[in-house]
């Protein structure tokens, strides 16, 4: 059984920066991607960032572009989201989950999600 756990969110100014870490546990990834999305009040879930488990090939959004890295260790299987130059349009749960199509941005070719993890950025 595939689990993913998200931790690292939390109340940041903005400016400020976060870490966002991403467990999966329950098989081999070599053929999956991960991917990062976030879900604001009101708004629908949103494509943050996306690693391929084996090559380690990035995607990103265009408003994260250049403030946020995902990153992966594979020996720990664990997704990292570093954050930067948080603005306060980037306060969302975020969340991570697994991939075997390469539509990275669509949320429906996802398979299994984490819970979610509350980022808040203050003014």
């Known amino acids: 059984q595939v689990q993913l756990v998200e931790s690292g969110g939390g109340l940041v100014q903005a400016g400020g920066s976060l870490r966002l870490s991403c467990a999966a546990s329950?098989?081999?990834?070599?053929?999956?991607?991960m991917g990062w999305f976030r879900q604001a009040p009101g708004k629908e879930r949103e494509f943050v960032a996306a690693?391929?488990?084996?090559?380690?090939?990035?995607y990103y959004t265009d408003s994260v572009k250049g403030r946020f890295t995902i990153s992966r260790d594979n020996a720990k299987n664990t997704v990292s989201l570093s954050m930067n130059s948080l603005k306060t349009e980037d306060t969302a749960v975020y969340y991570c989950?697994?991939?075997?199509?390469?539509?990275?941005?669509?949320?429906?070719?996802?398979?299994?999600w984490g819970q979610g993890t509350q980022v808040t950025v203050s003014s």
């Open positions: 690693i391929t488990w084996s090559a380690g090939t990035t």
């Open positions: 989950a697994l991939t075997r199509s390469t539509h990275w941005g669509r949320p429906t070719t996802y398979n299994y």
């Open positions: 329950g098989r081999t990834f070599s053929s999956y991607a």
